[in-house]
T-cell receptor, first 118, second 112 residues
């Protein structure tokens, strides 16, 4: 149980294009999803918290106009990297948390998306 | 502020040997603690979690972890390591709201 599907698994695109990444909870409802960025040989950095039906909460230093998050249903959140540039190249991972209580439910992670901007 | 320290960046153990990965956390209240494992190019898989109760927690793949409040530690252990356990391991604390705070990770290498 508690499977999170992330798509695409990798994408290569030209500088200036926008890229959409989908995160789906397949067998549970997730009122909250999270988007992380992971640089090579580093830990995960939380970018934003995505709440179903409301605006995402961005971490300090993350450009909300650059990284658009939409959480339109209890099973789907999307991250759109707008006008992507080479410095946006990274490994992006989403996670989803079951239930509505904060903190004490584990997050279940997708397999990540490798984004390469040429 | 919450923080997680994994003192060992790399650990190498022989197949069949025992394993202990260290994790120390900083948090004022009772933490929710997690261990995740990440294989190269993939997402994170939950190994085990501690919320309350028994301080020795059993997880998947034969892993266990022990919460020691006096030492602010949550070390991960496995009695006999298999080659397939080679991966990166992250300790995390869930505290105050929605966030997980991750440690820097420990890369486990298994030699045959």
């Amino acid at each position: 149980g508690a499977v999170v599907s992330q798509h695409p698994s990798w994408v290569i695109c030209k500088s200036g294009t926008s890229v959409k990444i989908e995160c789906r909870s397949l067998d549970f409802q997730a009122t909250t999803m999270f988007w992380y960025r992971q640089f090579p040989k580093q830990s995960l950095m939380l970018m934003a918290t995505s709440n179903e039906g409301s605006k995402a909460t961005y971490e300090q230093g993350v450009e909300k106009d650059k990284f658009l998050i939409n959480h339109a249903s209890l099973t789907l959140s999307t991250l759109t990297v707008t006008s992507a540039h080479p410095e946006d190249s990274s490994f992006y991972i989403c996670s989803a948390r079951e239930g509505i209580r904060v903190s004490n439910q584990p997050q279940h992670f997708g397999d990540g998306t490798r984004l390469s901007i040429l | 502020a919450q923080s997680v320290t994994q003192p060992d960046i790399h650990i190498t153990v022989s197949e069949g040997a025992s394993l202990e990965l260290r994790c120390n956390y900083s948090y004022g209240a009772t933490p929710y603690l997690f261990w995740y494992v990440q294989s190269p190019g993939q997402g994170l898989q939950l190994l085990l979690k501690y919320f309350s109760g028994d301080t020795l927690v059993q997880g998947i793949k034969g892993f266990e972890a022990e919460f020691k409040r006096s030492q602010s530690s949550f070390n991960l252990r496995k009695p006999s390591v298999h080659w397939s356990d080679a991966a990166e391991y992250f300790c995390a604390v869930g505290a105050g709201g929605n966030k997980l705070v991750f440690g820097a990770g420990t890369i486990l290498r298994v030699k045959s």
